[in-house]
């Protein structure tokens, strides 16, 4: 009897039992208890409780939650993690460099990789990286291959290959023949086949070997896979009319064909007008979207054409003594160094100012954009990802700071937090994931369901401390940041966890690409009147 009394609630009480048991241990892999959780695309706002499981965000609640690893986020911001569209850096330590400025998904849609190599690019990362990576094809290293004949084994380095290939100057100078330009875009198709998800374009330093043609059949090739292009359009630096042109080339051609496209960097003169053209077609529909950095100066190699003195000084009226820094050794060019450099070291990098700073707080309240930092390289560019980032060498303050100084500006003018969480976040995964990129459709968001990359950071602490005399000093102020699930920054420490994912599509197995001709385009466009035609590439006649 005492048994059978025992033993009936015995049973009632142990579905009850395991129904407790993994409240009282672990839940959740990690929680992030009592933060401001911030969603910028439904606009929650307000203390709560994450809870992640397997990589992903289990449950937002206001009751207490228990995880095998607890983050205490008192008077912390809780956000998505930050992506940029525009990070050159991708090398072990420049993922350091970014996971410390809250950055968990790095994209380089300007210099971009070599289509041939994008497959081999992502392989090298996989398992190994701190944030998640993805690189856009590369036109110029396409036109470095088939003009240059650059071959070789730099290009599986992706974007900094630049460093080498611009020693030479046919990319940028030489217009190719129509069988160089169909290799050419046959080249960047490779890329879109093995899953790029688009492409970058650097037309502003090709301005002269990148006929109207180019531009836009290289926009034809992403447009088949619905992909975009971004582009250093083809005027910048230019003035505030050469520079709108500019981006007008891209956007109009980006209709034409009914592709996405991503304006880079237009925090140069004529911004205003930039951002009402890409505003007004986002209201119309258009997946177009652009790109803006926090900082006045700019960066480059000191070969690029924009900066010559018949350009720099004769039609823009600046002087090399104001205006164009070396990073490395802080100081100022003269006429004379200028020439001497470019002669001795043709893609030395450079720091040139060219707006007015107090323009880089304004950049920050556009509505839409996104902040892409432009992040250049640093020595040494190979060092292991945990090489000590105090000891890296000079280069712009975007490449370590550009988050940091984002939300430092932010405080400082008083600019809404969520709309810095829009631009450092939420609006590239839209844009993104309108292309049809999964992994954009389920990042820059927090809600239940999502990929938990997520940025935990003290408001009123988190900032840059890179400037133009020490670029390369890492942000403060990061409690943590989380990628695909696993704490990757901890109290400013970059931890030995490598749980980054590759940004791409799905790699397919055949290629779209289209060669062109004339016969194809007089059947299409014309009524069959060959003279017309003045070639689609036509060859190099005069430069
Ligand atoms: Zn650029």
Not at 216 to 245: C, I, M, W
Not at 277 to 300: C, F, K, M, V
Not at 465 to 491: E, F, L, Q
């Amino acid at each position: 009897m005492k048994l059978k009394r025992l033993t009936a609630p015995l049973r009632v009480l142990i579905p009850a039992l395991f129904m407790a048991t993994p409240a009282m241990a672990a839940d959740y892999d990690v929680v992030i208890n009592n933060g401001r959780v911030m969603d910028p695309e439904t606009l929650f706002d307000g203390v709560a409780n994450v809870g992640i499981k397997d990589g992903r965000i289990a449950e937002i609640s206001k009751k207490p939650l228990k995880g095998a690893e607890t983050i205490d986020a008192t008077g912390k911001i809780v956000a998505p993690g930050f992506i940029d569209t525009h990070f050159h850096f991708q090398m072990p330590v420049g993922y350091s460099l970014g996971l410390r400025d809250g950055l968990t998904s790095s994209l380089d849609f300007e210099m971009g990789c070599a289509g041939s190599y994008i497959a081999a690019w992502y392989e090298a990362r996989a398992g190994v990286t701190g944030a998640n990576y993805g690189c856009a094809v590369s036109h110029e290293s396409a036109r470095a291959m088939f003009i240059d004949g650059s071959v070789g084994d730099h290009y599986k380095d992706g974007p900094i290959s630049a460093f080498m290939t611009r020693a030479n100057t046919g990319w940028s100078q030489k217009r190719p023949t129509l069988e160089q330009g169909n290799a050419i875009l046959e080249e960047i198709d490779e890329g879109l086949q093995a899953g790029a998800p688009g492409i970058g374009s650097t037309v502003g330093y090709m301005r002269a070997g990148v006929s109207s043609r180019e531009m836009f059949e290289v926009q034809k090739v992403g447009a088949r896979y619905g992909r975009p292009t971004g582009a250093h359009t083809r005027y910048t630096l230019g003035t505030d009319t050469s520079e709108v042109n500019g981006a007008q080339e891209l956007i109009a051609n980006a209709i034409a064909l009914d592709a996405p496209a991503i304006v880079l960097h237009y925090n140069n003169p004529g911004w205003r007008v930039t951002h009402e053209l890409i505003s007004r077609l986002q209201d119309h529909g258009y997946n177009i979207w652009g790109e803006i950095y926090p900082y006045a100066a700019g960066s480059t190699t000191i070969n690029a054409e924009f900066l010559v003195p018949e350009v720099w000084i004769d039609q823009m009226g600046n002087r090399y003594e104001d205006t164009m820094l070396d990073p490395a050794t802080n100081k100022y060019f003269t006429l004379e160094t200028y020439k001497a450099t470019v002669a001795k070291e043709p893609t030395r990098p450079i720091v040139i100012f060219k707006m007015p700073a107090t323009d880089e707080a304004k950049w920050l309240t556009l509505k839409g954009v996104t902040m892409g930092s432009d992040a250049v390289a640093a020595e040494p560019i190979r060092g292991p990802w945990d090489f000590p980032l105090d000891k890296l060498g000079g280069t712009h303050p975007r490449t370590a700071g550009a988050r940091g100084a984002t939300i430092r500006k932010g405080r400082e003018n008083n600019i809404p937090m969520m709309q810095l969480m829009s631009i450092l976040s939420y609006n590239a995964a839209k844009h993104l994931g309108d292309t049809g990129l999964k992994f954009m459709q389920e990042r820059g968001r927090i809600q239940t369901g999502m990929v938990a990359d997520i940025v935990v950071f003290d408001p009123e602490l988190f900032t840059d401390n890179s400037t133009y005399d020490k670029g390369s000093a890492p942000s403060t102020g990061m409690k943590a940041v989380v990628v695909n699930g696993k704490v990757t920054v901890r109290d400013d420490k970059v931890l030995p966890v490598f749980a980054g994912q590759p940004i791409r599509f799905e790699p397919e197995a055949k290629p779209r690409f289209v060669p062109i001709s004339e016969e194809s385009w007089n059947a299409a466009f014309s009524t069959g009147m060959p003279d017309d035609f003045t070639g689609a590439f036509p060859e190099n006649t005069g430069h």
